[in-house]
């Protein structure tokens, strides 16, 4: 399984982007970059994935380095309801692997 | 389409006892996957089940076992609870496809042993 790092915390007002960033320089040649994140007192929720290229959908957009050996999940205006644990997970048909994950405060 | 539902939401159990935690999968999905996870901590894999098969185990002891039924719901079983087992456990369904299907989970049980 890849190494992931990301930031513990971080923190953000209300209406303004957010740019969650995820190192994971050990990642195999094969494996997608998974985003989920956990709202309190829910199970986790996936956000976005992709392999190599950059990727956009109704919740976020996830920026892949060239290398791959990072990646950075965009929420393009933050709201209360963002307010989560942010996990980045590399992986193949595996199961989720999750780290601790970065924490979202978003301030209004 | 609905979607995953746990059962119970909340449960009180005391050391050495047996517990059993049901999940039904959304429509459609073929795979199921289990996961513990400790206050502050992220979820941890316990096993996964394809087509009521295990397909993949992590790091836990035999005494946590598993079920998968033909209509894809699901039993996590453990014996002898002990009282670092309390925790939240998630389950997960999914399609199994090559990239790593969306897993899709419930909210979770809520596991104290006293």
């Known amino acids: 399984d890849a190494k992931t790092t990301q930031p513990n915390s971080m923190e953000s007002n209300e209406e303004e982007p957010v740019h969650l960033p995820c190192n994971h320089s050990?990642?195999?040649?094969?494996?997608?970059i998974h985003w989920y994140r956990q709202l309190p007192s829910q199970g986790p929720e996936y956000v976005i994935h992709?392999?190599?290229s950059n990727v956009n959908n109704r919740m976020a957009s996830l920026a892949i380095a060239e290398d791959r050996k990072s990646s950075t999940l965009i929420l393009h205006r933050a709201t209360l309801r963002d307010a989560a644990v942010y996990y980045c997970?590399?992986?193949?048909?595996?199961?989720?692997?999750f780290g601790k994950g970065t924490r979202l405060s978003v301030i209004a | 389409e609905t979607g995953v539902t746990q059962s119970p939401t909340h449960l009180i159990k005391t050391r050495g006892q047996q517990v059993t935690l049901r999940c039904s999968s959304q429509?459609?999905?073929?795979?199921v996957s289990w996961y513990q996870q400790a206050l502050g901590q992220g979820p941890q894999f316990i096993f996964q089940?394809?087509?009521?098969?295990?397909?993949g185990r992590g790091n836990f002891p035999p005494r946590f076992s598993g079920l998968q039924f033909p209509n894809y719901s699901s039993e996590l079983n453990v014996n002898a609870l002990e009282l670092d087992d309390s925790a939240l456990y998630l389950c997960?369904?999914?399609?199994?496809?090559?990239?790593?299907?969306?897993?899709?989970f419930g909210a979770g049980t809520r596991l104290s042993v006293l």
């Open positions: 997960a369904s999914s399609l199994s496809v090559p990239q790593g299907g969306i897993q899709y």
């Open positions: 050990t990642i195999s040649g094969t494996d997608y």
């Open positions: 992709g392999l190599t």
């Open positions: 997970i590399p992986r193949g048909n595996t199961p989720l692997v």
């Open positions: 429509s459609g999905h073929n795979t």
């Open positions: 089940y394809y087509r009521e098969e295990e397909n």
